[in-house]
């Protein structure tokens, strides 16, 4: 049977961070994709619920080209689910580890990139990692 969290339906694992489960999922009718970042908040230590509450203030309150758009946030009971663009180039540091060098052009164009999402966020003063949303497109993710 199908796994849902709200409209969202579960397809398959798509990675796990230091505090989270992220799953690969699409939109019970738009059949959007989407990344949802699974969260148990009984096993985070006090540091960790102080970055996770951040993460989520800091990405309801931006929305730009260059930073992962947060599409919908669900609770259930101690479990959180922050649902947010599927970035389907995955991860920038991957990227540079398989490909290693590229050409001036396209260390510029993601540079412009990384400056302009870096340029939103810096009043709140958060960036955590970078990915691809598509092949050439970055999103700063918080
Ligand atoms: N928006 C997304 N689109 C596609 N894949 C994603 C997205 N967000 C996370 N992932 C995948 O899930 C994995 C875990 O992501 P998560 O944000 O939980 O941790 P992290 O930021 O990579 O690491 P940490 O939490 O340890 O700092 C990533 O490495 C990536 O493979």
Redesign the pocket.
């Known amino acids: 049977m199908e796994r849902c969290v709200g409209s969202w339906i579960i397809e398959g694992e798509?990675?796990?961070?230091?505090?989270?489960?992220?799953w690969?999922a699409r939109h019970a009718t738009t059949g959007a994709p989407?990344?949802v970042?699974e969260i148990n908040t009984d096993k985070l230590n006090k540091k960790l619920q102080e970055s996770l509450a951040s993460e989520v203030a800091v990405l309801s309150q931006t929305k730009h080209r260059n930073i992962?758009g947060l599409l919908d946030l669900l609770k259930d009971g101690s479990r959180i689910y922050i649902v947010?663009?599927?970035?389907?180039g995955?991860?920038l540091g991957?990227y540079i580890r398989r490909y290693g060098r590229v050409s001036e052009a396209t260390a510029r164009y993601f540079l412009v990139q990384l400056a302009e999402g870096l340029k939103e966020l810096r009043r709140h003063n958060v960036i955590?990692?970078s990915?691809l949303?598509s092949h050439s497109h970055i999103?700063l993710?918080i």
């Open positions: 798509l990675g796990r961070g230091s505090f989270a489960v992220v690969r989407a990344a970042k992962v947010l663009e599927y970035c389907a995955g991860d991957l955590h990692v990915r949303y999103r993710c």
